[in-house]
């Protein structure tokens, strides 16, 4: 028997799961969203970080007017950038406004029940039953370091999305592996922190976004395309604004456009930071990597199929982060075993649901299936919108009319 029962379990307190919980919670549902509010991008982001995307595009999802980042800061104008700490405050003054409340605790698992719905196990210990499980734990669980440091130490080599900190790295040598905004910004925070930092970058050169311009004549406008919270252009506004469109299109089209769509590149007004305090090699693409003590052998082929080894004291991997359904510890095995994939990432209907009944993915783990503006905090609010809605629709009590927990509702370990 399960210690409570609620109608949504959330697992994760980020951008896409409070956003999810504010549209619930408007309609009545009970709901339980576990996770301290922004934690990741609290204690997972560099100090000294800016968001790259525009304030009017960095809004959580609500039914509840007044409550994008614009109306929260309404003095937050195009092309200034957003501080992290001031990212992370509007975050959490949504969830106080929207959410009634969080359980700071993290998801162990998620087990399937009999006859059906889940039972969420807490860090805490207490176990929840519940028809719907909503996961929408970022990016946090699909951070990407390259095959050829697997292994390694982490004393040597780690993920970006590992360092609040840098000054750490104070009068060290260190390797960031990368070309996009991570690792750019990365470089350049270790250089504000005193360290010795080396971009090392497959592309042949860094590409930069342009300033974006208030006001752009008529002429530019029709031949440029609308603006849209992934950029400009008519193709970029459809992936944007109508992300559900994507999901009809075929399979390698959709991981196109993934992928193609916002490369890598630097924000225009990092541009003037990354200066000669940051060793840069381009068109290098890493082969091998060997530990040597306390330092790092890095060997890396440039465009004339020359092989350069570079030491350091330590690497970062600023190289994104990968959708993968098996990497989801908090799923029971075989839970995860039940959810259709495609390339790791969960195969979606309409409403973000997966293969298993009443199960939900929201952010980066639906990219696959509509598209890229998943992976930025933009889609939050359709993907909260369409999730939402559709758990409107089906739920039911789960208590019963004594109001005493359903026992049935427990754990089926029968294909664990």
């Not at 709901?31 to 009017?56: Q, Y």
């Not at 960095?58 to 950038?81: A, E």
């Amino acid at each position: 028997m399960s210690d409570s029962a609620s109608d949504v379990v959330i697992a994760g307190a980020g951008p896409y799961g409070l956003s999810t919980a504010a549209y619930l919670n408007t309609f009545g549902i009970d709901v339980r969203i576990i996770g301290e509010p922004m934690r990741f991008w609290d204690a997972n982001m560099p100090v000294g970080m800016f968001l790259k995307s525009e304030p009017f595009a960095s809004s959580l999802g609500s039914p509840q007017p007044g409550m994008r980042f614009t109306d929260r800061h309404p003095g937050w104008r195009l092309g200034q950038p957003i501080p992290l700490d001031t990212f992370v405050e509007y975050g959490r003054w949504f969830a106080a406004e929207t959410v009634p409340a969080t359980d700071d605790a993290q998801v162990v698992t998620v087990e399937r029940a009999r006859p059906s719905g889940y039972v969420v196990t807490l860090s805490t210990g207490e176990t929840i039953a519940t028809r719907t499980v909503v996961v929408a734990v970022g990016v946090g669980p699909f951070a990407h370091v390259p095959g050829e440091l697997a292994g390694m130490p982490s004393s040597l080599v780690s993920h970006s999305s590992a360092h609040r900190d840098l000054t750490v790295f104070a009068g060290k040598e260190v390797a960031v592996l990368g070309a996009g905004q991570s690792a750019l910004e990365t470089a350049v925070l270790l250089a504000d922190a005193g360290a010795h930092p080396h971009l090392i970058a497959r592309r042949a050169e860094i590409d930069w976004n342009v300033v974006p311009k208030e006001r752009r004549p008529l002429r530019k406008r029709l031949l440029g395309g609308p603006r849209s919270g992934l950029g400009t252009g008519y193709r970029t506004w459809l992936w944007a604004e109508r992300p559900g469109i994507v999901r009809h299109l075929p399979e390698e089209t959709r991981r196109r456009i993934v992928r193609e769509t916002l490369p890598p590149a630097g924000a225009w007004w990092l541009r003037s930071r990354l200066d000669d305090r940051v060793r840069v090699s381009t068109g290098h693409h890493l082969v091998k990597a060997i530990e040597d003590g306390d330092a790092i052998a890095l060997t890396t082929v440039d465009r004339t199929g020359r092989r350069v080894v570079t030491e350091a004291e330590h690497v970062i991997a600023a190289t994104g982060y990968v959708p993968d359904v098996a990497r989801l510890d908090l799923l029971a095995a075989d839970l995860r075993a039940r959810v259709s994939t495609r390339v790791g990432a969960p195969v979606l209907t309409r409403d973000f649901e997966s293969s298993s009944s009443g199960l939900y993915f929201a952010g980066l783990a639906a990219a696959h299936t509509f598209g890229p503006v998943m992976r930025f905090v933009h889609g939050a609010d359709f993907a909260a919108r369409r999730i939402a809605h559709h758990i409107i629709r089906r739920t039911r009590p789960m208590r019963t009319p004594t109001g005493r927990l359903n026992e049935a509702m427990e754990p089926d370990r029968t294909h664990s």
